[in-house]
């Protein structure tokens, strides 16, 4: 990892000696409220590391309050079921004697999604841990699908299915610590740009754990019979069930590759480069647009060009024929490829490539870690996505980052707004916008609050939508209430109300 | 149009001479039970012609039920909306008069989705017909989408986009005479086999009219605010809301083809080469398998061969690579193309092709109207559709193709039953099943109704769904009770009851 301080100063941004997050043992956290039943006492923990460890996810607000030693609303016990039947015990139980059950797959959520701070009209709140529930239980190899507990990570479902030559391809940013029980709750996006790339695009059924009872959705390809009932489970964030497991599709490891890094001088070109290879059926695996300062930080270009990250893969065919023309289609957009378009077939060339790509993809995946590293440092740093229309997006790049250095040099000193596209359609991009400022020590919440409202004004505004993959938890409530039309709210209201009658499951996020 | 004695004698069918439909003015309708508020009357009509047209869809027991006068319960009223406010007071009225309201886009419904038999607790009962919401309202020319009316028709929308050089490229069976509300609302497929070929994937908003009030989703080309509420109202079927308008993704008219006509001597060898182009990433267009049975009927092959027709397109770039790929799989299955992979660019070569591939599309447009005319001759003639994963798809094949023709040879005094893909996934493929067989005046729907219960056993047995594209309706109810978890269904139910508290949108259909 780059040193945070060289990093920072690279940037012009001063920061402070890194801070050390308290010790969990150190905290002083409230006494549990509730005691399990004895049935269930065995999957329970009140230990001060896993009250702690369960308060937060991973948003920029998390880690600034973990250092700062505030959790005042651990959960009282954190459950870890061994299997469905101890999902719907606890669900139970929790219903029963009106205690709060917050789901939790790998806590990566930079929504507020697994945060138990519930109010006080429950009896207490338990966080409902899956890590158990971590096995690929059956892979179907003709149909290239398998059944998967809710509970298992992206690493670890994926060691499991390498032995078969296969791959779920399922790559969120959060992939290390993220399960699919959680990529399912909250619609995650995997990092190919285009096709399928979103987990809703992999589902043949879910089993969820409701407190109305179990819903298992029927395994088929494809379905017209009646609204998809795994649709009304993709996305509910926790707050309509449990997803103990699914089948999912799975494919076979990729052979062919092709890859170019495209630079272009104007925003603008790169933009409309983007817009023609989203729109020429060529599906892209990858498609990321980085603008000259996301191109500097993440991928060392330090011309000032925005740079156009393209690549394709397969693991059937070559991918000459596709590759040629994405260069073909940049180049008609003044793009210009200064390392050439490079291919290569795993089976006749197994060593990893190098170059802005790579160091993209490695930067892509240490990101968190420096995120970190940073806060630490008092700096405030966070990202934000929406997805819009091609018609929309020049008015809200304008506005996301004219309001976003506004607010900034409102209240901070300055601060630099970047972004790219993470995930493209044929009508418009996935725009993600990261921004890196000094932090006060004390304020960098305010400061991150007044940014972040800012953004998402512009964002709905503009024609945005308040999150395209990270979700809405208790963060974008708010802005979710204006973007959500009354009468689906109260559609969903009214199915939370016939499954969870005692809305126990995780209240205050989404609805 | 092939004269029907002729290609039923092929058959060894024997028919009778063709029965003429009664003439609507000669019905004897039951008197219309309702009258409408003053500011209505104006668009509804009480005519024969339109409560006899307006009482069915296009499902064999439809025809026939047509052609026998049997017209028991025909809507009091058909109204035709001029505007979305039209469709906002002809809901008001209903629910203030317990009248139940039956949307009806094209009638092409073969699942009895449009009736109007609701049962002796409603007033009365009006058809609402979309037909003067037929406009297309807007494109974005950048993004590539349009602003649709749910009332416009295939052609009609096709009509309105040509000029553009834009197609929505959405071609059901039913393409004619269907609409767009008519497509969202049960979820229609394209003819298309891979890649977006759903209706469902090429929404970018819905404009829907619950009694609750109008639900319009943001638009955007994705979102991951919550569970999608598109997909609420995709597949709903009329009950919870009438689609008035919808923004869809639109395409360049595609330049470049190729295409193939295959042959197999072993179904089993078929299969496997359509898994392996399912499987293989390479997205054909059309990718249709037709037994010896349906390829001798549909493409005029007469050797016993089964015929795998598959093709690709592109506005963007030549399909070479593609084509040739997936010809290579096919050999490699032992498929043999007599004819060679035809390419071509209509940019050099405007002529339309002949061959296999374009007798079945000849015969794939025709297959209705032919089906209309053997129905009068008192054929027993219908289709039905699922899906499956590809581990089930043998134990299905053989188990409705026994079925249904055990229940044929009891009932009757045999038929034919035929097979193919329409639409197929990486984990599955969607086998569509013809029945032709002998009728017996005055008994064709008993025969019918034991055929299509023993097919229907056969596939939840085996693992389809009860329908993939034909939807629910009330044809396919009492499968779809046992196919849906209960939890969904009780989810479902919620959600009616929160945007249609009078229950009067559709009764009878789906829930």
Not at 155 to 179: I, N, V, Y
Not at 182 to 205: C, K, M, N, Q
Not at 415 to 428: A, I, K, N, Q
Request: overall charge negative.
């Amino acid at each position: 990892m780059e040193e945070p301080a060289a990093f920072l100063a690279g940037l012009g941004i001063e920061c402070g000696p890194p801070r050390e997050a308290p010790h969990p043992d150190d905290l002083a956290l409230p006494a549990p409220r509730v005691t399990p039943p004895g049935a269930l006492a065995h999957l329970c923990s009140s230990a001060n590391w896993d009250r702690a460890s369960h308060s937060y996810g991973k948003a920029f607000r998390d880690v600034v309050r973990g250092l700062r030693g505030e959790l005042p609303h651990p959960p009282d016990l954190v459950v870890f079921p061994a299997g469905e039947q101890d999902v719907v015990d606890v669900l139970d139980w929790c219903a029963r004697a009106a205690v709060a059950a917050v789901p939790y797959g790998g806590g990566s959520s930079v929504v507020g999604g697994v945060e138990c701070a519930v109010g006080e009209k429950y009896a207490g709140v338990v966080s409902i841990d899956l890590a158990r529930l971590d096995r690929v239980v059956e892979v179907d190899e003709m149909s290239r699908a398998a059944r998967i507990q809710g509970g298992a990570t992206g690493p670890g479902l994926e060691d499991q299915l390498r032995p078969r030559g296969l791959t779920l391809r399922h790559f969120p940013q959060s992939f290390e610590f993220s399960t699919l029980g959680g990529w399912l709750a909250t619609r995650s996006a995997g990092h190919y740009a285009t096709g399928p790339t979103h987990i809703d695009d992999f589902v043949e059924s879910l089993r969820v754990v409701t407190p109305a009872g179990v819903a298992e959705s029927r395994r088929v390809p494809a379905s017209g019979a009646g609204p998809s009932p795994d649709r009304l489970f993709l996305g509910s964030e926790g707050v309509l069930g449990i997803i103990t497991e699914a089948w999912v599709r799975v494919q076979r490891l990729p052979r062919f590759r092709g890859s170019a890094a495209v630079h272009f001088a104007d925003f603008a070109d790169g933009v409309a480069a983007t817009r023609a290879l989203a729109q020429s059926g060529l599906y892209p695996s990858n498609c990321r647009l980085l603008d000259a300062g996301e191109a500097a930080i993440a991928a060392g270009v330090n011309d000032g060009s925005h740079l156009l990250v393209v690549g394709f893969e397969s693991a059937d065919h070559p991918v000459r024929a596709e590759m040629e023309r994405a260069a073909e289609l940049c180049g008609d957009h003044g793009g210009v490829i200064p390392d050439g378009v490079r291919l290569r077939d795993a089976a006749e060339d197994p060593a990893p490539e190098q170059g802005p790509a790579e160091r993209w993809r490695h930067s892509f995946l240490r990101a968190p870690y420096l995120r970190d590293a940073l806060v630490r440092r008092g700096v405030v740093v966070e990202t934000f996505e929406t997805a819009c229309t091609w018609d929309h997006f020049e008015e809200l790049h304008h506005s996301v980052v004219g309001d976003v250095a506004a607010a900034l040099a409102e209240i901070s000193s300055g601060g630099w707004v970047t972004c790219r596209f993470t995930h493209l359609y044929p009508d418009g991009p996935a725009p993600y916008f990261t921004v890196l400022a000094p932090g006060v020590v004390g304020a960098e919440l305010e400061i991150w609050d007044q940014v972040k409202a800012a953004a998402a004004e512009a964002i709905l505004r503009a024609g945005g939508t308040i999150t395209h993959h990270h979700a809405v938890g208790r963060e974008h409530r708010p802005w979710y209430r204006r973007q959500a039309a009354e009468p689906f709210v109260a559609a969903l209201r009214a199915a939370k109300e016939a499954l969870d009658p005692q809305q126990v499951l995780n209240p205050g996020v989404l609805l």
